[in-house]
Nanobody, 127 residues
Framework: QVMLIESGGGLVQPGGSLKLSCVIS????????MGWFRQAPGKERDWVGA????????YYADSVKGRFTISRDNAENTVYLQMNSLNAEDTAVYYC????????????????????WGQGTQVTVSS
């Protein structure tokens, strides 16, 4: 059984940083691309970014480019989302997701491209 478990969410002040983790079990992690999404209250789920199997290529949504960084440690079956310069608009539940195939940014931004999802972790940016 494939399981994705996010952690690291919490309350952070504007301008602060937070690092999310997503541990995957039940798969050969290094064979799969990973994505991060988020959903703010009352809004649709938005794509944050994605990383390929080896961690050598990443894509980001324009809203987070330059502030967020996705990385992975295949030995630890973990993908990370480092978030810097956080603002209130970043408040959301953050989800990691696994995709069988790596593709262009437009495809990786489509949540239908992903097969498995975590339960999400809440990030709240507030003073």
């Amino acid at each position: 059984q494939v399981m994705l478990i996010e952690s690291g969410g919490g309350l952070v002040q504007p301008g602060g940083s937070l690092k999310l983790s997503c541990v995957i079990s039940g798969r050969t992690f290094s064979n799969y691309a990973m994505g991060w999404f988020r959903q703010a209250p009352g809004k649709e789920r938005d794509w944050v970014g994605a990383i390929n199997w080896t961690g050598t290529t990443t894509y980001y949504a324009d809203s987070v480019k330059g502030r967020f960084t996705i990385s992975r440690d295949n030995a630890e079956n973990t993908v990370y989302l480092q978030m810097n310069s956080l603002n209130a608009e970043d408040t959301a539940v953050y989800y990691c997701a696994e995709a069988q195939y790596w593709a262009g940014a437009q495809t990786m931004s489509n949540d239908r491209h992903y097969d498995y999802w975590g339960q999400g972790t809440q990030v709240t940016v507030s003073s």
